[in-house]
């Protein structure tokens, strides 16, 4: 006799508590709803995913310096690019890549009087 009241109690506090979790979940959520949480935290992930690379930081993933000459930052971004694609991180990779493009880009807005090309071609005539 004793353990079955014991059981039913078991299973009544057991539904109580399962109720009570559900209450405070969905308020939880109405609460966050009304705060606006859920888009704070939607446009703090976009924010965060659109910032650019800076030139520092690509110079730091590729491991040169501002007078390095582009033929080495090439051949660096190959290197790490080749090295990342064989032997696993996908996002390693990725900021390889991107870390040669913000190069890249802070490469050609040095215009013409630069020396080299994105490409290594020399920019300059012969005279």
Same mark, same amino acid.
């Given at each position: ?34 705060? +606006? $949480?859920?888009? *704070? /935290?939607?446009?703090?992930? @976009?924010? &965060? ?5 800076? #030139?520092?930081? =690509?110079?730091?993933?590729? +491991? $040169?310096?501002? *007078? /390095?000459?582009?033929?080495? @930052?090439? &051949? ?5 690019? #080749?090295?990342? =694609? ?42």
């Amino acid at each position: 006799m004793a353990a079955k009241i014991l059981a039913n109690l078991i299973v009544m506090g057991g539904g109580i508590l399962a109720r009570a979790v559900v209450q405070a979940y969905r308020q939880a959520l109405a609460n966050a709803s009304k705060n +606006g $949480v859920a888009q *704070e /935290t939607i446009q703090n992930t @976009i924010r &965060r995913a659109s910032k650019a690379m800076s #030139e520092k930081e =690509a110079r730091q993933i590729l +491991g $040169v310096t501002e *007078e /390095t000459p582009w033929e080495e @930052i090439v &051949r660096r971004y190959d290197t790490l690019f #080749e090295n990342n =694609a064989k032997n696993g991180s996908f996002y390693l990779q990725s900021k390889v890549h991107r870390a040669k493009e913000c190069l890249e880009a802070v490469h050609q807005s040095k215009g013409p009087g630069s020396g080299q090309g994105p490409q290594g071609v020399s920019n300059s005539t012969p005279s």
